[in-house]
């Protein structure tokens, strides 16, 4: 895979939800997987089921 350009990363914090995160990114699991992406919401409440991503369970 080639690698994505750097660049400024914005993240906003979202009142009682996740991080919106917008810019390259490049996300490593803990098993070496490497995900690119352009934006991403982040979970910060603990229970998003697809860590480390928002998956909406803090809205419930
Ligand atoms: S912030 Fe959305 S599931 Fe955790």
Redesign the pocket.
Known sequence: MESMEQGPVEFHLEPH??IYAKGKLKIIDSKGNVQELEEAYF??????QNKPF?????QR
């Open positions: 939800g996740p979970c910060r409440c603990g229970r998003s928002c998956d909406g369970s803090h």
